[in-house]
């Protein structure tokens, strides 16, 4: 694992396939002139929209999305997450897929969504994400790259269960995806909060790219993608608008913070 920096990219996803994908080119090119060599897409990255509107693009959206992951890597010569998108599987539903591309356009690693948002949030806004959504029935990969490290994927509701963290830690995870797309609501208290505990109980970066603003109707989300150190000081917020957070990722830093407090290695119950 060498030092480089990465790049956790902020959007305002609509219901326009074509409009997204301009958007999230616009900001990988961004994050490359910043000299980003991983860069992260937030959940929703190319489709934020009506749920049955979704569902009908859904095949379009699946093929378009995968194809332009696989073409930016390859154009700029990075690593890419494209950090959720719809991906039929035959019965009306879709999987929520997070997938990790790499600068040749080969696929490294895909990961289904397990935990679904069917939440009533107290702003009077109700999510039924598995209305639409099959949950994957596998934990999240780690890929381990040799110059990056080894890169844990979750996916946005995820970040609400440390036991999926702890596993991809315990499977060596460094560097931890967080793709989301949280309420305005939940993100206002919840968001920063719990991507430092994550980092901090795992010692490991998280890299949490975000949608931010309003989308369609009621859909508004929080904003402030971020990347987070392993003692869960926030290197680079995003703030509310679209761009990126950028950060160095340092393996001196890394096991600075795992010599110092090592608390993954202090687990008595497994």
């Known amino acids: 694992m060498k030092s480089y920096l990465a790049a956790a990219v902020q959007m305002t996803s609509l219901p326009n396939l074509q409009k997204n994908l301009i ?16 860069i992260a897409l937030p959940e929703n990255f190319s489709f934020l929209g009506d749920e ?24 700029f010569q990075v690593t890419l997450l494209g950090g959720g998108f719809p991906v039929p599987v035959g019965n009306g539903k879709v999987y929520n897929t997070a997938l990790l591309i790499d600068p040749s356009g080969a696929e490294l690693a895909r990961y289904e969504k397990v935990h679904l948002f069917d939440v009533n949030v107290p702003d009077g806004n109700t999510y039924q994400e598995s209305g639409t959504v099959l949950a994957g029935v596998r934990l999240p990969p780690v890929y381990p790259s040799k110059e990056l490290g080894n890169l844990g994927l979750s996916v946005c509701y995820d970040v609400r269960f440390p036991e999926l963290y702890r596993h991809l830690a315990q499977m060596g995870a460094e560097v931890l995806f967080v793709p989301a797309a949280f309420t305005a609501f939940t993100g206002k208290d ?18 949490a790219p975000a949608q931010t603003g309003r989308h369609y109707a009621m859909r508004q989300t929080h904003g402030h993608a971020m ?37 993954l290695q202090h687990r008595v119950f497994i």
């Not at 958007?23 to 991983?38: F, M, N, P, T």
């Not at 049955?52 to 154009?75: H, P, Y």
């Not at 919840?190 to 890299?207: G, M, S």
Request: net charge negative.
């Open 23 to 38: 958007q999230a080119e616009e900001l990988i090119d961004l994050a490359v002139r910043r000299g980003a060599e991983l």
């Open 190 to 207: 919840h968001w920063q909060v719990l991507l430092q505990a994550r980092a901090i109980e795992n010692t490991c970066y998280v890299l």
């Open 227 to 263: 990347i987070i150190d392993p003692w869960g000081m926030v290197l680079a917020d995003a703030g509310d608008e679209p761009g990126v957070a950028i950060a160095a990722i340092e393996p001196s830093r890394l096991e600075q913070v795992r010599r110092q407090m090592p608390s």
């Open 52 to 75: 049955q509107e979704k569902l009908t693009q859904a095949e379009a959206i699946a093929r378009e999305s995968e194809k332009f992951l696989k073409t930016m890597a390859q154009r």
